[in-house]
């Protein structure tokens, strides 16, 4: 069995839902020689989450959104952690509702994804800033 791990920087995003599928394919190209594995993807942060959705009709990613601000509501008075501002506490919940790993199947060399699907970096931060993630490839090589 082999084993790679990388931590990638993904670039500052805008508050939302993004498709960052190619970006973790990108930072794994040994993933081409794997046979039979798993992918993992951990986010190292505790107001963005990671999820794997619909990835061809952007109009899923802007209802993620308004279903997400509709749930957990910043105007909200009871929240005590706001230190950040408004999206403070909110950003927490949110991703704690989401998690902050996903793993994936791997087999012939290529993320075994359904149809539509991809991974979603699930910004939650109104200036987020840089994330981190941390990719791990576990499997047999061909």
Sequence with gaps: MEIIQRQVSLSSRKRGFH??????????PELKNFHTGLLNVFIK????????????????????????N??????DEHYLHTAEGPDDMTSHIKSSILGCSINIPVTDGE????TWQGIYLCEHRNHGGSRKIVITLSGIKT
């Design 19 to 28: 498709l960052i599928t190619g970006e973790v394919i990108g930072a794994v």
């Design 45 to 68: 942060h505790t107001s963005a989450s990671l999820t794997i959705n619909e990835n061809a009709d952007p109009t899923v990613r802007a209802d993620f959104e308004t279903h997400f």
């Design 70 to 75: 509709k749930s957990v509501p910043e105007d």
């Design 111 to 114: 993320l075994n994804l359904g």
